[in-house]
């Protein structure tokens, strides 16, 4: 009897997406479950995976790996490359909420919401010097991939000025100038909001020390939604410290959690989440549907997966 081909899916799906992947694969076992309980005594025969955790010493069996995540990491990707394993990423999927993260942190700042509600939470009524405003300021989108090309459409709605960074330095529709990331430093004094949306890579790695923020505007935030290593952090919080900008927004750290003797959580000009920025009710949906199924659909037609294949020499 020949074994059947098997997918484990480290995740808890919903019985629909479960059954919209199965009909695809009407003769495969599927694997489905967040615990490793479920998955980990499979995840050796699987050769198709869809989630964010992989923990295998054997790679003979596997084809394929869906990551759920924009960042891959966490992956071994050295064994991926050199045992022939393609990997796909989860771009695009986070476009949505991300911009809207992105916009909370530069409205929040720049209107004094995180201000405001702690003073309700002491019952002070204050003006707190509020006088800024978000319209018709320049912003620069540093990676203008999937989440930035929908931030700079945003920004366009409050009349902003968009300033982009992105490696082939090729124009973007709602981008006024597009920059190379050779030209950082030339485009951070000009930004009222400098907000990071990059993968990290060898490349990308503390991209952002002292240099970067001395040559920002003592007025401007600074927004991370990427990765926390894309900033050297003590450098940031010196930055923020002595008013070498005015404030920060920030979903992703050095070392997560965010440490408890962190100076970040005192600062009254940062807002902290905890790396929740693209975190939505349509999450699952948009990986399964709009990436997963159309790689799949290729897979089994005995093609590779179209859908953001990384390329394991950039890193992304």
């Known amino acids: 009897m020949v074994a059947k081909r098997k997918m484990v899916i480290t995740k808890d799906l919903t019985r629909d997406l479960i059954n919209r992947i199965q009909s695809y694969v009407p003769d495969w076992d599927i694997i ?25 010493n054997d790679f003979s069996h596997l084809k394929w790996v869906q990551s759920t995540s924009a960042g891959i990491n966490h992956f071994p990707t050295e064994q991926f490359k ?4 393609m990997l796909t990423s989860a771009n695009g999927v986070h476009a949505y909420p991300i911009s809207e993260t992105i916009f909370a942190y530069m409205l929040g700042l720049t209107r004094k919401i995180h201000t405001y509600v702690k003073n309700q939470q ?23 991939g999937a989440i930035g090309a929908e931030t700079a459409k945003i920004a366009k709605a ?18 006024d100038e597009m920059y190379t990331p050779d030209q950082l430093d030339d485009l951070l004094p000009k930004c009222d909001y400098v907000v990071v949306t990059l993968p990290l890579t060898n490349e990308t790695y ?19 939604i990427g990765r926390g290593n894309l900033v050297k952090e003590e ?33 009254d000009n ?15 949906k948009r ?15 005995g093609e590779k997966p179209f859908i953001n294949v990384v390329d394991y020499s950039k890193g992304y």
Do not use: C
């Not at 709009?290 to 290729?298: D, G, H, S």
């Open 270 to 284: 940062v807002i902290i989440t905890p790396h929740t920025a693209g975190s939505t009710e349509y999450y699952d």
């Open 158 to 175: 409050f009349g902003m000025k968009v300033l982009g960074v992105r490696h082939s330095g090729k124009p973007a529709e709602y981008v």
């Open 82 to 85: 050199s045992n022939g394993i």
């Open 206 to 224: 503390q991209l952002f020390t002292a240099q970067q923020f001395k040559q920002m505007k003592s007025s401007a935030f600074f927004i991370n």
């Open 235 to 267: 450098d940031l919080i010196l930055a923020l410290q002595e008013g070498e900008i005015a404030g920060a927004g920030l979903d992703v750290f050095e070392k997560e959690p965010l440490g408890e003797d962190s100076p970040l959580w005192e600062m």
């Open 122 to 144: 002491s019952k002070t009524w204050h003006h707190s010097h509020m006088k800024l405003e978000i319209h018709e300021k320049t912003i620069g989108v540093i990676g203008v």
């Open 287 to 301: 990986v399964v549907e709009n990436i997963f199924i159309p790689n799949l659909k290729a897979y089994l037609e």
């Open 32 to 56: 489905v479950g967040k615990d490793k309980k479920v998955w980990g005594p499979h995840i050796h025969e699987a050769e198709v995976t869809l989630g964010y955790k992989l923990e295998l």
